[in-house]
């Protein structure tokens, strides 16, 4: 008995390796992309970098006007244009990745591998961690250097904040890629816009009591929307909201649920029609 559950564990020990080195094989071949290429890592940083300089300067205007209550608005602000670009690149980091894929022609030969869809996910979010960090810290240093605003001055939090907020991203990241997998081409441009579209909703700038009361539900059921409403509790109440986290993870997992069926659904859509050859063409 003791063998057979020696060679089981050792079994699923081979496994697991085997399916992490396919991972990481991915997530190297786009490592490798961005490693030959200074202008593909200068484009991960640029509209970063700029959003805080706009913004910073923005803020600036805002805390000299009323330099009491400014100032705290002002740093709301960084905070929210900071925590919102941590979605926005995890999102985009996703889903460009993957058209990545498609613009080099290369998703069948990925497939003719061992490779595995949710072995493909596992990499393709590995890319939108790394792809978010390398944009947005260099923005967060320089809200610090140049306006005196630290993120991490929310304490812990941000943490989740952060985990929070990508985890959005990706799940709005595999809805994308799973419309693209069902209408081709045609739906590529969503990879850089659907998640601005959601930014009205998500009360990224102001707390969803300024909304329409038939709309603050709708708001609600957005991550996104209790991770800001928490910042702010954070900057401008001096108290963390921290059931407004809970909501937020709670959120993600149904919205990473939802995306995932959607996604594996497509996927298995696109196998059948042979669409994994041939599309983007």
């Known amino acids: 008995m003791s063998d057979t559950r020696g060679e089981l564990n050792r079994s699923r020990h081979d496994t697991l390796r085997a399916s992490l080195r396919r991972i990481w094989g991915l997530v190297y071949r786009h490592v490798a992309l961005y490693r030959r290429s200074w202008p593909r ?6 509209w970063p970098i700029l959003q805080m300089v706009v913004w910073g300067f923005i803020t600036t205007y805002v805390a000299g006007m009323q ?3 400014g100032a705290v608005a002002a740093g709301a602000l960084l905070g929210a244009v900071l925590l919102w670009e941590i979605a926005l690149r995890g999102q985009m980091g996703f889903a460009l990745s993957f ?3 498609i613009w080099s022609r290369n998703l069948g030969h990925v497939f003719v591998s061992p ?4 072995e493909l996910v596992a990499a393709l979010m590995t890319m939108s961690v790394i792809r978010t960090a390398v944009g947005v810290v260099p923005a967060m ?5 140049l306006y005196g605003f630290g993120i991490f001055t929310l304490g812990p939090a941000v943490v989740g904040f952060f985990a929070a907020l990508i985890m959005m991203g990706w ?9 693209i997998l069902r209408h081709g081409a045609g739906a590529e441009a969503l990879a850089w816009s659907v998640l601005f579209g959601i930014t009205p909703f998500a009360a990224v700038f102001y707390p969803v009591s300024v909304l329409p009361a ?4 709708f708001s609600l059921a957005i991550p996104a929307a209790h991770v800001f409403e928490g910042m702010r509790g954070a900057l401008i109440g001096g108290h963390m909201a921290w059931d407004h986290l809970a909501y937020a993870f709670l959120l993600d997992a149904a919205w990473l ?11 298995e859509g696109a196998r059948v029609r042979g669409a994994l050859l041939n599309i983007g063409e």
């Open 115 to 118: 490779l595995r869809p949710r």
């Open 99 to 101: 058209l990545e894929e």
């Open 171 to 179: 799940a709005v990241a595999m809805l994308v890629t799973a419309l």
């Open 141 to 145: 240093l320089l809200a610090w250097l």
């Open 257 to 267: 649920a939802v995306a995932a069926w959607v996604f594996m659904r497509q996927f």
């Open 67 to 69: 330099p009491g209550t």
């Open 41 to 46: 890592l200068v484009e991960l940083m640029y």
């Open 214 to 217: 038939w709309l603050q539900p």
